[in-house]
């Protein structure tokens, strides 16, 4: 995966993890948890793009809320009480880490850094939902062009 494709905050927040422990990665995941009503939707906020439901790969619902200005993009997620951790983690790094990326940034974001991220030992614990996350922001960018 080309470094150039991801955007610069994106790109730091893989390297910073990558160079962490097994144990500093669930440490850091868990603060990461902790501060996702961080990225609860502004109920006086217009979105361009909702879309709330509760698939198969997640415990309860999970909204996706979509903000284009101009040219970059805005992410806030809505998540129900029964959330897993790890789904709240990674709901709080792309938002903050995809925040202010254009369209076809969003798009070109390969499944690949959620386990660069996440490590390989809990990809294999999560099996494939731990992707749920990025192909549901992929496809409210694909929506809105």
């Known amino acids: 995966m080309e470094k150039s494709t ?14 962490l422990t097994d144990d500093e990665k669930r440490e850091n995941l868990l603060s990461y948890a902790n501060k996702s009503k961080r990225w609860e939707p502004d109920p006086d906020q217009i979105y361009d793009l909702e879309d709330i ?3 198969d790969e997640c415990m ?3 909204g996706i809320h979509l903000k284009v200005t101009q040219t970059k993009v805005f992410f806030n997620i809505s998540m129900g009480p029964k959330v897993q951790t790890l789904t709240r983690a990674l709901a709080s790094i792309l938002c903050e880490t995809l925040e202010g990326a254009t369209i076809e940034q969003v798009l070109t ?7 660069q991220i ?3 030992k809990l990809v294999r614990l999560r099996s494939q939902t731990i992707y749920y996350l990025i192909h549901r922001m992929r496809s409210a960018v694909l929506d809105i062009q």
Do not use: A, M, N, W
């Open 53 to 55: 439901r509760k698939d």
């Open 6 to 19: 991801h955007p610069k905050k994106l790109r730091k927040t893989i390297d910073f993890f990558e160079s």
């Open 60 to 62: 309860d619902s999970v």
């Open 118 to 120: 996440v490590g390989e």
């Open 109 to 115: 974001v390969k499944d690949e850094c959620i386990s």
